[in-house]
């Protein structure tokens, strides 16, 4: 983004190579390896580097953290980078020291919609990490709850506040993205998370967001399928607008 107002959120993330892998673990000793086009935290990887020997120890979203792969020397870590690369593109990213929830990493999944010539919020979940997982997401066994109820274990007076902000953080991202990339986005999923200064962070933008289940039982209708034909229906509208 060259946005001026979503860029102070965004980590240090560049296309991976050996070279930037190596700066960005040596600026923030830890980095998550993400594929480009991935989906429900598959293929991620979170690489720390040992200073004292030098070695990388690499954890898989796919295992616990109980069972790293350990490479012994940069030549192993540049081999390493060259398996993933044959499969599919992939960025580092700057290791976050996130807040956590009973332990377990926490992220925010916010979806947007945009109708009526605006980005709505159209519903936001706390995504709670599996025991020893480097990621939250529930299809690598992450829980979903309510964000004000982990917010408020965090920031007991400030719940409501930080929650505001992470919305309107939401909507001027979708509002950046929009702006500047090619096409027409009328649905995003926003992944956020809070660091232990309390500050607010944008792991990522997704153009194709997966749908989690509902948090409660009764909801018959997801709430992104009225948004969806809220779009649908709005989009038509102005077409008819600009005819009439």
């Given at each position: 983004?060259?946005?001026?107002?979503?860029?102070?959120?965004?980590?240090?993330?560049?296309?991976?190579?050996?070279?930037e892998l190596i700066s960005i673990l040596t600026d923030y000793k830890r980095a998550y390896l993400k594929p480009v086009n991935g989906s429900q935290g598959q293929g991620i990887y979170l690489v720390e580097r040992e200073e004292v020997t030098d070695h990388f120890w690499?954890?898989?979203?796919?295992?616990?953290?109980?069972?790293?792969?350990?490479?012994?020397?940069i030549t192993q870590l540049s081999r390493f980078i060259e398996l993933?690369?044959?499969?599919e593109a992939y960025i580092a990213q700057q290791a976050i020291p996130l807040l956590t929830f009973e332990g377990q990493l926490v992220d925010f999944r916010?979806?947007?919609?945009?109708?009526k010539r605006h980005w709505h919020v159209t519903s936001s979940v706390a995504r709670v990490g599996d025991k020893d997982r480097i990621i939250s997401n529930q299809a690598q066994g992450g829980q979903l709850?309510?964000?004000?109820?982990?917010?408020?274990?965090?920031?007991?007076?400030?719940a409501k506040r930080k929650f505001k902000e992470m919305s309107a953080l939401s909507i001027k991202t979708a509002q950046a993205v929009q702006?500047?990339?090619d096409g027409l986005y009328c649905e995003l999923g926003l992944d956020?998370?809070?660091?232990?200064?309390?500050?607010?962070?944008?792991?990522?933008?997704?153009?194709?967001?997966?749908?989690?289940s509902p948090l409660r039982e009764e909801i018959q209708k997801r709430p992104?399928?009225?948004?969806?034909?809220?779009?649908?229906?709005?989009?038509?509208?102005?077409?008819?607008?600009?005819?009439t």
């Open positions: 983004f060259t946005d001026g107002q979503v860029r102070p959120f965004l980590p240090h993330t560049q296309p991976l190579n050996l070279s690499v954890y898989s979203s796919e295992s616990a953290q109980i069972n790293p792969i350990v490479l012994n020397h993933l690369q044959k499969k916010f979806l947007l919609h945009y109708y709850f309510k964000p004000l109820h982990v917010l408020k274990q965090w920031f007991p007076s400030e702006k500047w990339s956020l998370a809070i660091d232990k200064n309390g500050e607010i962070w944008i792991l990522e933008v997704n153009s194709k967001p997966s749908k989690t992104s399928t009225r948004a969806l034909c809220q779009t649908c229906l709005s989009l038509f509208q102005e077409q008819i607008d600009s005819k």
